[in-house]
């Protein structure tokens, strides 16, 4: 039996289109990364990239690019923020790729922010994907009003379109554009409303669950660095407390050097003068 929060209605069937057109965002990734970097070479840029990109890798993640090979990756593997990471980091033109193609500019406003509204290329684009995939899995209903749904399908639309017009593919210059109709205008029942709703709950557990790895990553490496300057600390003052200690004999030896000799007795030097030349 259905849930009743999953039960058929225009709002939680708008809330399931925006999720199938967050699949036909991620195959549209695909495609991005598939222009700068084959499956078949991914490693080797990966290899090359190593210093680069490891510092912003999950430790499931290093496994999965670095540890864990099989002969190739393939990009339907990858979810959303896997392939934004890899566009990110691999394919921008500040990265020299090892067939010596050049990578696509950053958007104006720079890479994971917002990007402006009159940048239109392809890593703007790039970037509202993410967005889009972050408003989606942190909505805290799985139903969407239709005012929202109209405009954020309106909005996610113009980007596909102008992704696959970038891309420039005669194959698919207008795929994903009539997909996106297709999924707009078909009839969906409620157990297919089910299924998109449970994968994007199963999707923000998995991002909470990383999250919450993140943080405990931080909070442990944040505690070494405070036990390494605490120690720190106390091997500074030990050093201090020698030197201290050291100064202050070198200072008594020096004083006790620059004291001036006390003149002999004037009766006993005189008894032994006596003594001597008697």
């Known amino acids: 039996m259905i849930s009743s929060k999953y039960l058929s209605t225009r709002h939680t069937t708008n809330f399931a289109r925006l999720c199938r057109l967050l699949s036909v965002c991620a195959e549209l990734l695909r495609d991005v990364l598939r222009r700068y970097i084959s499956e ?5 840029e990966l290899d090359a ?26 990009y339907d593997d990858l979810d959303i923020t896997l ?24 958007p104006q406003n720079g890479w994971g922010k917002l990007p402006f509204q009159q940048d239109r290329s392809l890593a703007a684009n790039v970037e509202r994907i993410r967005y889009f995939r972050n408003e989606t899995n942190h909505r ?30 005669p194959n698919h210059s207008t795929k994903y554009v009539g997909i996106l109709k297709e999924i707009k205008d078909i009839s969906m029942d409620p157990e297919a409303i089910q299924k998109y709703i449970e994968e994007i709950e199963n999707m ?10 993140i943080h405990k990553g931080v909070r442990e490496e944040l505690y070494k660095y405070q036990i390494f300057q605490l120690e720190d600390s106390k091997m500074k003052k030990q050093v201090d407390f020698k030197r201290s200690s050291d100064a202050e004999e070198g200072e008594a030896t020096h004083a006790h050097k620059s004291l001036p000799r006390a003149a ?11 003594l001597k030349f008697k």
Request: glycine fraction near 2%; charge should be neutral; include cysteine.
């Open 83 to 106: 392939l934004y990471t890899l566009i990110r980091n691999l394919c921008d033109d500040t990265h020299q790729l090892k067939h010596g193609q050049k990578g696509m500019p950053p």
């Open 204 to 213: 923000k557990r998995e991002q909470e669950c990383l999250e919450e790895k």
């Open 40 to 44: 078949v070479s991914l490693y080797s």
């Open 264 to 274: 002999p007795n004037s009766n006993v030097y005189n008894e032994f003068i006596l």
């Open 140 to 169: 805290e209903r799985d139903s969407v009003m239709d005012n929202d749904f109209i405009v954020t399908w309106n909005k996610m639309r113009r980007v596909v379109e102008e992704i696959e017009k970038n891309l420039n593919h």
């Open 49 to 74: 990239a190593k210093a680069k990109i490891t510092p912003v890798l999950s430790s499931p993640q290093k496994d999965l690019f670095y540890r864990k090979r099989e002969l190739y990756l393939p």
